[in-house]
C-alpha cells in the first residue's frame, strides 16, 4: 500500500515492477516549532504510514521537502504561494529532504540532504500548473518573475 497521492511515487513503484495500491493519508504537514528538516520529514513518512495501515498491510509513507537557509518550504497552497516560493528559490541553493519508509519500522531515518540549485528567473516566464492527484490540470496560469 502506498500512503501517497504522487504520481511521481506510484510511477517510480510502477517502473520497480512492485504492485500497488494507493491509500493517500491525509495528515497535518505544518511544521512543530524548532524541528528541523530531517525529523520533520521522518515524522510526516511515518504518520501517513501509520494513518492507512490495516493489520497485516505493509505500507509505505513517504514526504519531501525544500529548504531555503532555515526555512522549510511545504506544498503550495495556491498558485500565488507557487510563485511567492520559485521567487524564493529563484538563483540560490536549496535543499531537499526526502524520507520513504514502511509502517512498524523502528529505525527510520530520513536520507542525507541534496543540494540543488534554481536558476536566476528574472525575465522568465513560466508556466503554473496545479494538478490534481488524477494527473489533469485543475488550474494555470501564465506568471511573469522578477527577482526582487
Not at 522549510?72 to 520559485?86: E, F, H, N, T, Y
Not at 536566476?120 to 501564465?142: D, E, H, K, Y
Request: charged fraction near 25%.
Amino acid at each position: 500500500m502506498l500512503a501517497s497521492a504522487s504520481p511521481r511515487r506510484r510511477e517510480i513503484l510502477r517502473r520497480a515492477g512492485i504492485a500497488h495500491r494507493v491509500r493517500p493519508a491525509k495528515v497535518d504537514e505544518d511544521v512543530i516549532p524548532g524541528e528541523d528538516p530531517a525529523a520533520h520529514v521522518l515524522r510526516l513518512a511515518r504518520q501517513k504510514a501509520e494513518v492507512v495501515r490495516r493489520p497485516g498491510e505493509w505500507v509505505l509513507g513517504a514526504d519531501t521537502v525544500v529548504v531555503v537557509g532555515k526555512r522549510i518550504l511545504g506544498k503550495p497552497r495556491s498558485q500565488g504561494d507557487a510563485g511567492r516560493m520559485l521567487r524564493l528559490l529563484s538563483g540560490r541553493v536549496h535543499r531537499l529532504f526526502q524520507r520513504d519508509g514502511p509502517a512498524g519500522v523502528p529505525r527510520l531515518r530520513a536520507a542525507p540532504a541534496s543540494g540543488r540549485a534554481v536558476p536566476p528567473l528574472s525575465g522568465s516566464t513560466f508556466r503554473i500548473c496545479f494538478v490534481n492527484t488524477s494527473g489533469s490540470v485543475v488550474g494555470s496560469s501564465q506568471t511573469r518573475f522578477s527577482q526582487t
